[in-house]
């Protein structure tokens, strides 16, 4: 569905001579939607040339996928970005949602030194609504998959963003529901 959605909106778009971003409108944009460096944290660290050549393609925002390294490893890791990076960067941290529920409130307060934008599902899907909300930002990933999810994680308030991968929640149509209604 997503990709038919994809290519029908990018048909429609040049032939208006408009950017599918214009199509989709509705959801009021205050800021540039910044495209982020994914690194993986693999064996405990992370490559500096490819880190440089990113840096030297303009990446202001950067997000370390770190599910399943032990948290000091994850920690390390992005100690050695932002000492790398400096402060003006963006640094995210995705833990895919492997931290448990009772580690991650301590977790996130040892990450509050490193002005993270945010970390994306510290715990598994069905438990972020748990958590307390945070000196470090919260985004909820795979939890906005769930039935509900969305609403979920409104009602709880400790999430500052949503992740929204439109081929899994069923195509560009939901997304944009989903984007409406977690603006709103």
Same mark, same amino acid.
């Given at each position: 569905?997503?990709?038919?959605?994809?290519?029908?909106?990018?048909?429609? %778009?040049? &032939?208006?001579?408009? $950017?599918?971003?214009?199509?989709?409108?509705?959801?009021?944009?205050?800021?540039?939607?910044?495209?982020?460096?994914?690194?993986?944290?693999?064996?405990?660290?992370?490559?500096?040339?490819?880190?440089?050549?990113?840096?030297?393609? +303009?990446?202001?925002?950067?997000?370390?996928?770190?599910? +399943? %390294?032990?948290?000091?490893?994850?920690?390390?890791?992005?100690?050695?970005?932002?000492?790398?990076?400096?402060?003006?960067?963006?640094?995210?941290?995705?833990?895919? +949602?492997?931290? $448990?529920? $009772?580690?991650?409130?301590?977790?996130?307060?040892?990450?509050?030194?490193?002005?993270?934008?945010?970390?994306?599902?510290?715990?598994?899907?069905?438990?972020?609504?748990?958590?307390?909300?945070?000196?470090?930002?919260?985004?909820?990933?795979?939890?906005?998959?769930?039935?509900?999810?969305?609403?979920?994680?409104?009602?709880?308030?400790?999430?500052? &963003?949503?992740?929204?991968?439109? &081929?899994?929640?069923? +195509?560009?149509?939901?997304?944009?529901?989903?984007?409406?209604?977690?603006?709103?």
């Amino acid at each position: 569905t997503f990709a038919l959605e994809t290519a029908l909106l990018d048909l429609v %778009a040049q &032939a208006r001579g408009e $950017s599918v971003a214009v199509l989709l409108r509705g959801v009021s944009i205050d800021s540039v939607v910044e495209l982020n460096a994914t690194l993986d944290l693999v064996e405990g660290r992370i490559e500096d040339d490819p880190l440089s050549a990113l840096v030297q393609r +303009g990446f202001r925002t950067y997000k370390l996928k770190a599910a +399943g %390294a032990p948290f000091e490893q994850q920690l390390a890791a992005l100690q050695h970005l932002r000492c790398v990076l400096g402060d003006g960067p963006s640094l995210r941290l995705d833990v895919g +949602g492997c931290w $448990s529920l $009772s580690d991650a409130p301590g977790y996130l307060e040892r990450l509050t030194p490193l002005s993270l934008e945010y970390v994306e599902q510290p715990v598994a899907a069905r438990e972020l609504a748990r958590l307390a909300r945070s000196r470090v930002p919260m985004a909820a990933d795979e939890t906005v998959e769930l039935e509900d999810g969305l609403e979920t994680i409104i009602a709880a308030g400790n999430c500052a &963003a949503v992740v929204l991968k439109p &081929a899994l929640l069923g +195509g560009l149509t939901v997304a944009r529901r989903l984007a409406c209604r977690a603006q709103a």
